[in-house]
């Protein structure tokens, strides 16, 4: 009989289901993805304070983020470098413009950047790259009237080269006769230019079809990145997810309108959050993962009762500076254990200082603060470069806290022991 957990789960999984084909994922995508969404969810610990919902979607992000990334995939371009983009894609989703884009993205950043035309079957492509490009000048090469888009290409890279420019971006035609010659065009631009990566433009907007053109360019041109134009419309970007996941290659760049300006970074966490029509994804994710800090629980449990060594103190301190870890713990113990701030919350300029205290002591005394007496804190003092009364500061904060400790032990019992397992939620 399912118990309650994979009852849970199940029904949630299906939830996502729904919004992922809502927001047009492939079929077989979006199957792949609750497979593996519920068999994770069902063998991985709850994290306290986090809801079976919270958890599952955190699941679905990091396998949506298999194929997206969990970081922006950055491109790179060094000045004096050289590097050659080519830009593919099926007609009108944004190539000429996004090329134009890029070029003034780069530009921004302080690099040379050239621009070469090289459709020649939709009339007025060169015209329309030169028109976009002279707003935002940037030179544009092409040859009015030609017909042979490799050799224009060539010919592009080698003027820029001679311009000692840093980038060039190779515009190329997305209509043709039929699709076989369009795949035909790009394979002879590539063998010519040979480009360091090839961006595949994809309108975010037309959903399922995003796969087979995506396939069918990557087989004809090996796609390095991948560009999603219309990013401003009301499409959730499904079909675009399926078309990354086809080729295997990375989101670098989204188009977010028709301006120039309009480029921006590809952000996993914005995307996956669209998709699954969630604005607040990143604080859920910040949630979970916040929750899932932990503690070793023999070794709360010993700090609970007074056992620990000054070493352990400081490093508790400094885990609770970071995260929190054992004000957490303390919240989830029924009833609640509240230390004084004071005691645990220490400046930032006092922990440096112990810091190079601690270091300047012996194994033993940290083992055995009482040993510290004054002229082994004279000692520790000189070799620390720091004050004598820090170091007693320091020593005399250990045996408060540890008093401390033993008396709230005394006072709750045995209850905090017992409180461990946590309780979810
Ligand atoms: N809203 C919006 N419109 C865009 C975006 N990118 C491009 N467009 C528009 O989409 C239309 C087609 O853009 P083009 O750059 O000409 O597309 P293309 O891929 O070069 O088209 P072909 O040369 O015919 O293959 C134009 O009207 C652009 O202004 C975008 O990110 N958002
Ligand atoms: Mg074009």
Redesign the pocket.
């Known amino acids: 009989m399912p118990n309650i957990d994979e009852k849970a789960v199940k029904e949630l999984v299906k939830d996502l289901q729904r919004t992922l084909l809502q927001a047009d994922v492939n079929v077989d995508l979006v199957l792949q993805l609750s497979r593996a969404v519920e068999e994770r969810s069902l063998r991985e610990k709850l994290p306290p304070g986090i809801s079976r919902r919270e958890h599952v979607v955190k699941v679905l992000y990091e396998e949506m983020t298999k194929f997206v990334g969990s970081e922006p995939a950055k491109m790179e371009v060094q000045p004096g470098s050289f590097r050659k983009l080519m830009l593919v894609?099926?007609?009108?989703?944004?190539?000429?413009?996004?090329?134009v884009?890029l070029a003034k993205y780069f530009q921004k950043r302080g690099l040379r950047i050239g621009l070469v035309g090289a459709?020649t079957y939709?009339p007025g492509?060169l015209e329309?790259l030169q028109q976009l490009a002279a707003k935002v000048e940037i030179p544009v090469y092409g040859e009015p009237g030609k017909k042979k888009p490799e050799e224009i290409a060539k010919h592009g890279l080698e003027h820029f080269k001679k311009e000692k420019s840093d980038l060039v971006i190779i515009?190329t035609?997305?209509?043709h006769r039929n699709e076989k010659d369009l795949m035909e065009e790009m394979k002879h631009i590539a063998s010519a230019v040979q480009p360091d990566e090839i961006i595949l433009?994809i309108?975010s907007s037309i959903g399922q079809q995003a796969i087979s053109q995506a396939r069918a360019f990557h087989e004809a041109t090996p796609v390095g990145s991948i560009l999603l134009?219309?990013?401003?419309?009301s499409a959730r970007g499904g079909g675009a997810l399926s078309a990354v996941v086809a080729t295997g290659s990375k989101v670098k760049f989204?188009?977010?309108?028709?301006r120039v300006e309009?480029?921006e970074q590809f952000v996993p966490t914005d995307f996956a959050g669209r998709l699954l029509g969630m604005g607040d994804l990143k604080a859920l994710l910040a949630k979970v993962e916040d929750a899932q800090v932990t503690v070793p629980e023999a070794k709360v449990k010993a700090f609970m009762e007074g056992r620990f060594t000054l070493k352990d103190m400081f490093d508790q301190m400094e885990n609770l500076r970071k995260m929190g870890p054992l004000r957490k713990v303390l919240q989830m113990i029924p009833g609640g254990v509240s230390l004084p701030e004071e005691q645990l919350g220490v400046a930032e300029e006092k922990m440096k200082g112990w810091r190079v205290i601690i270091q300047s002591m012996t194994k033993k005394e940290l083992e055995e603060p009482r040993l510290v007496d004054s002229s082994r804190a004279r000692r520790i003092a000189r070799g620390s470069g720091r004050g004598e009364r820090e170091v007693r500061d320091l020593v005399n904060q250990y045996f408060t806290m540890n008093k401390m400790m033993k008396q709230m032990k005394r006072r709750r019992g045995q209850m905090i022991g017992k409180a461990m397992p946590f309780q979810r939620r």
């Open positions: 894609g099926i007609q009108g989703t944004g190539k000429t413009t996004s090329a884009k459709d939709r492509a329309q515009d035609a997305g209509r433009a309108d134009t219309k990013m401003d419309g989204i188009g977010t309108g028709e309009d480029l």
